[in-house]
């Protein structure tokens, strides 16, 4: 089976959605014996050179084939830099997909929004099954977060989004929040929906013990950790952690790390300074084969959204918190995928979004009853299998695999 992907984010980017669609990726060709391609951008974290002539190149890694769409790869810091990147690969990817063999699959991700009307015009000029695969949900996901406010744009979002939901062989919802979202509002065919949760690697990413060589280069061996670990971006609300950190002062042990990068970092920095506040870090992202470490020095996770935004993203993040046996305080809708899991399986407490003093009382209570902290992170742990690596690339092989025998017997 030959499969297409098209997204801007592929190895060697940091960014989330990149490192799942390269484990996918990779796993389609090392375990199902699949042909894979990806249409991909420049990374933009970590950063590569300036610009080059070249629109399109070819490069190998794990057995995949990734056609190299240039643009630029300005830091995302700005609404500007984030559009110049997006437009200049989806210029790049229009030409790159004329060099993709006949594919039996094509998938487009939503990185950028548009770039599922490049992939649908491939996969109908070479007649092969069309997957539209729903990180996030658009318009939503650009007219909540703060510097981008244009109904303009907006509505031509919805117009693409809602086309390339009717017109997908097959559409992959990330969580049934999501899937709700995807056929009550943007009137998805609800039989064409499949969710498929993404994941964590509970063989790489397994509960190891406080002290390791992360915690102690850190000075964390003896500390209480509160670990935000991703994306520092518009979504994630951290202003409510800073917010939450300046009650908590009174717990001397108590540190809230935020590790990763994003467009937020650099206004929370300053916000930290301005507060005086001595029990918040900030540190790089970490190198994925020492993710162990560092979430094996959490005590304990945050999870956070805007109000409003649950189901149209579903933070990845939380499966590897799962993979890790950590319990973790999810300041989200009630209805998002991580409130109800906390809730089911007894692996996290809830707090009220965008609400400080709920956040601190979730994390106080969780600092001053390490037994019931433990026996979180244990059932975590155990939740954690259902969504393993191996479980998710499974699903998506079956889902294409029944696609593109569809597309024989029509």
Sequence with gaps: MNICFFNRSYWPDRAATGQLLTELAEDLVARHGCQVTVVAGRPVNPPTAGATWWPVRREEQAGVSILRANGTALRPRRFAGRVA???????????????????????????PPLVGRVALSL???????????????????????????NSRVNRALDRINRR??????????????????????????????????????????????????????????????????????????????????????????????????????????????????????????????LLHHSFATADAFVISLKPGLEGYIVPSKLYGVLAAGRPYVVATDPSSEAAVLAQEHRCGVWARPGDADALAGAIAGLHDDPLGARAMGQNARQLAWRFDRRVSVQAYYDLFTEVARAARAA
């Design 85 to 111: 990147n997006y437009v200049s690969y989806l210029a790049s990817a229009a030409v790159a997909s004329l060099a993709v063999a006949r594919p039996d699959v094509v998938v487009s991700l939503t990185d």
């Design 164 to 289: 390339l939901l009717r017109e997908a062989d097959a559409v992959v919802a990330l969580g049934d929040r999501m899937r709700r979202r995807l056929v009550d509002e943007k009137g998805a065919d609800p039989a064409r929906v499949r969710v498929i949760h993404n994941w964590a690697d509970c063989e790489a990413i397994q509960p190891g013990p406080r002290d390791n060589p992360f915690a102690r280069a850190n000075g964390l061996t003896d500390r209480f950790v509160v670990m935000h670990s991703g994306n520092v971006g518009l979504s994630q609300n951290l202003d409510v952690l800073v917010e939450a950190a300046s009650r908590l002062q009174s717990r001397e042990r108590l540190v809230i790390l935020i590790v990763g990068d994003g467009t937020r970092r650099h206004a929370l920095e300053q916000d930290v300074v301005r507060r005086g506040l001595t029990n918040v870090r900030f540190l790089p992202y970490q190198p994925k084969e």
């Design 123 to 149: 996969a109908r000029r070479t007649g092969a099954r069309f997957v539209f695969l729903s990180e996030d949900i658009f318009p939503e996901v650009a007219a909540l977060v703060e510097d981008f406010h």
